[in-house]
């Protein structure tokens, strides 16, 4: 189906374990986003790329790590889960810099 | 850098009663705004944009917002709220570059 899905859409995990998220896009956006959704702190921005092999920082990023080799992908690892990376997480995608983005339904990460 | 504030954390009404949910920002120049809902378990899903023109916008689900540069504000109104409105709304505001910066979030309770 054509949009943008994340895998897996819950995960439950131990400290100091290393987790990938996964997303996709079937637009071929060039501008793809990882956001963390904490109670009070509405979403913040861990890393986003503006094309493939292209990634900058956000507002949150220490802790994590992504890479684009390929337009549609855009994994998020953690490398060494803590506990207070417990979150919601949301890809997102956008094509060109004027336009709205458009998020995926979230991966429910749980770090015990 | 941009900020936006929504004042409301939680607000509650009944169904059939008008809805505005408070939007403020800060940034130095015109601003593109967005609103977007998110409903229990869910992505965001847009509901309108502001980028140019008319200051009064019309969205998906009977939405409108009103762009007001001299208050800085984007607040989104609706005339009559049904059931399924009961949500998370968050404003966000871009400047044309690749990020978004989004509020806290209002939840929407609605009462039959």
């Known amino acids: 189906d054509a949009g943008i899905t994340q895998s897996p859409r819950y995960k439950i995990t131990e400290t100091g374990r290393q987790v990938t998220l996964m997303c996709h896009q079937t637009w071929s956006h060039s501008y793809m986003f990882w956001y963390r959704q904490d109670l009070g702190h509405g979403l913040r921005l861990i890393y986003y790329s503006a094309a493939a092999d292209i990634t900058d920082k956000g507002e949150v990023p220490d802790g994590y790590v992504v890479s684009r080799s390929k337009t549609e992908n855009f994994p998020l690892t953690l490398e060494s889960a803590t506990r207070s990376q417990t979150s919601v997480y949301f890809c997102?995608?956008?094509?060109?810099?004027?336009?709205?983005?458009?998020f995926g339904p979230g991966t429910r990460l749980t770090v015990l | 850098a941009q900020s936006v504030t929504q004042p409301d954390i939680h607000i509650t009404v009944s169904e059939g009663a008008s809805l505005e949910l408070r939007c403020n920002y800060s940034?130095?120049?015109?601003?593109?705004l967005f609103w977007y809902v998110q409903s229990p378990g869910q992505g965001l899903q847009l509901l309108l944009k502001y980028f140019s023109g008319d200051t009064l916008v019309q969205g998906i689900k009977g939405f409108e917002a009103e762009f007001k540069r001299s208050q800085s504000s984007f607040n989104l109104r609706k005339p009559s709220v049904h059931w399924s409105d009961a949500a998370e709304y968050f404003c966000?505001?871009?400047?044309?570059?690749?990020?978004?910066?989004f509020g806290k979030g209002t939840k929407l309770t609605v009462n039959p």
């Open positions: 940034y130095g120049a015109t601003p593109y």
């Open positions: 997102a995608s956008r094509q060109g810099s004027y336009n709205e983005q458009f």
């Open positions: 966000a505001v871009g400047d044309g570059s690749e990020k978004l910066v």
